[in-house]
């Protein structure tokens, strides 16, 4: 049985207002998720993801708006069809801390799929988040 859940918590040296940006914003975004990145900011909203390194990409559809607090969408589960399929909800919670920011990080939905196809997809995507929140606090560093 897999998780049906990601989390991970991290705490950046950066105001609330410039995580919501790097997090929400199309030129944000394509600084550290990936090499390109549109967003359409708004709940319904379509989000495009595409990574040239590992020629991939990904469409999301906008879940949550709350400006600098939460941020969310919804994406396919890797291994399965596009249309129609289950979607896991990635949540991104922010909270500004005496140190800068707490970002929270939880995907959830995985339990979703059948166990192969969930266990693939839940250790592709930890193993991503762990890289994308690396590259994510090198940006941030970088800009400051």
Known sequence: MVSDAIERVAVL????????AALTT????SRWFGSVAEIDLR??????FRWDDLDEESVATIAVVDPPHRFAFRWGIEGLPEDDA??????FIL???????RLRLVESGFGQAADEVARSAHK???????AELVDL????DAAA
């Open 124 to 130: 592709a995507n930890s193993q991503g988040w762990d």
């Open 26 to 29: 199309a030129q944000g975004l």
């Open 13 to 20: 040296r950066h105001p609330i207002e410039r995580v919501w």
């Open 86 to 91: 289950p979607q896991t909800l990635v949540n």
């Open 95 to 101: 909270e500004p801390v005496p140190d800068g920011t």
């Open 43 to 48: 709940p319904g909203g379509r989000a495009f």
């Open 137 to 140: 606090e090198t940006y941030l």
